[in-house]
């Protein structure tokens, strides 16, 4: 394509090793993963008791998010176990979509031949732009919440919650249940992988037309999605969790208690 | 018109009627919202957190169309 520009729906590869491809969206991963584990490592390093200024503000950072989830949860010891992970599904996800926002991200590479057609494969390319990546993070999401649902409710009580025989109508209801919650794999990983790749092609295509100052308000909005589906992602991770803990009877007696957990999250 | 460009329009068309729906419905969600907490500013978190809920459940009819327009072009 000599002047257009190249869109791919799948990643490109940079090189072999065996039969598996090393696509570029995997270096990327690999990358912000590996940036990540040294930051943690340094800054897990120097905690004291009376915190230093880095430590304060990091401390702050990490019990907002801490307080959402155990006060949406209503269950300290299943608050404990499941933040971490939605907590590094967040940094990690947020990470990956800003750091394919950098300059020399897509842009410096390695001419290859690409489907008989000699083009530029850079060796950084926006992770989630890679569908393996965005189903990978929901397949991970996926169990987390079955193994929350299973472990707080026990295996009986939480099947019960989709294959029920007490009439015709909740039999049905269960069936539906069920395939809802299949299905959030597809919409987990499509949300992710749509807006980021649609955010990558909105930006190529702006940059064909005007090269100068017209992409950058758009560079701007990215930065804004990639942080709002960093934090959709985690938060649906979490409120599907709270889905699956709860029982349906008891739903209704806890009506009138839910009135009283009304808590404003900005104190 | 040969397959190829009757692939074209199908997932343009897919995609384009597809979201009309979702996006009316994350418009009614997000219009209830506010409403809800400009009349009790203090359930806002609350409010915030469940509004993501409907946003989330009606975005996956947008991405459904957006599959569905992916399965047309590429099979």
């Known amino acids: 394509m000599d002047g257009g520009i190249s869109i791919h729906l ?45 430590q304060a503000v990091l401390e702050l950072l990490i019990m907002y998010p801490y ?15 499941l933040f971490p992970l939605i907590m590094t599904v967040f940094l990690f996800v947020l990470s990956v979509n800003w750091f394919g926002l950098l300059p020399f991200v897509a842009s410096i590479g390695i001419i290859e031949n690409v489907h008989g057609v000699s083009e530029l494969v850079p060796f950084f390319y926006p992770g989630a732009t890679d569908l393996n990546l965005t189903l990978a993070l929901a397949l991970v999401a996926f169990f987390a919440i079955e193994i929350a649902g299973i472990t707080t409710l026990g295996i009986l009580k939480y099947s019960g919650k989709f294959i029920t025989f007490k009439s015709p109508l909740a039999f049905m209801v269960g069936m539906i249940e069920l ?32 090269p100068y100052l017209l992409p950058v ?14 934090a959709i992602f985690a938060l649906l991770t979490l409120f599907f969790t709270k ?15 839910s009135v009283h957990n009304i808590v404003p999250l900005t104190t | 018109m040969d397959l190829e460009s009757a692939k074209l329009i199908g997932m343009g068309l897919a995609v384009g009627l597809g979201v009309i729906g979702p996006g009316i419905g994350i418009g009614l969600v997000v219009a ?5 907490m400009g009349r009790n500013p203090e359930a ?14 009606t975005e996956a009819l947008a991405i459904f169309a957006l599959v569905i327009g992916f399965i047309i072009k590429y099979t």
Do not use: C
């Open chain 1, 243 to 257: 889905i699956a803990i709860e029982i349906h009877e008891e739903e209704h007696t806890s009506a009138g208690d």
């Open chain 2, 32 to 36: 209830g919202a506010l409403e809800a």
């Open chain 1, 67 to 81: 307080n959402l989830v155990r006060e949406t949860l209503g269950n300290d010891r299943l608050a404990e176990r």
């Open chain 1, 217 to 230: 308000p758009f560079l701007a909005f990215e930065t804004f999605v990639g942080f709002i589906q960093a």
């Open chain 2, 44 to 57: 806002s978190g609350k409010i915030i957190t469940n509004m993501f809920i409907g946003i989330a459940f």
């Open chain 1, 10 to 54: 799948a990643p490109l590869a940079l090189f072999h090793i065996g039969t598996i491809a090393i696509s570029n969206t995997f270096v990327t991963a690999l990358t912000v993963s590996f940036l990540l584990i040294v930051f943690a490592f340094f800054a897990g390093r120097g905690v004291t008791l009376k915190p230093g200024k880095f």
């Open chain 1, 179 to 210: 395939i809802s919650e299949l299905v959030r794999l597809i919409s987990f990983s499509f949300r992710l992988f749509g807006n980021i790749f649609a955010g990558k092609v909105l930006v190529l295509v702006i940059m064909l037309f005007v």
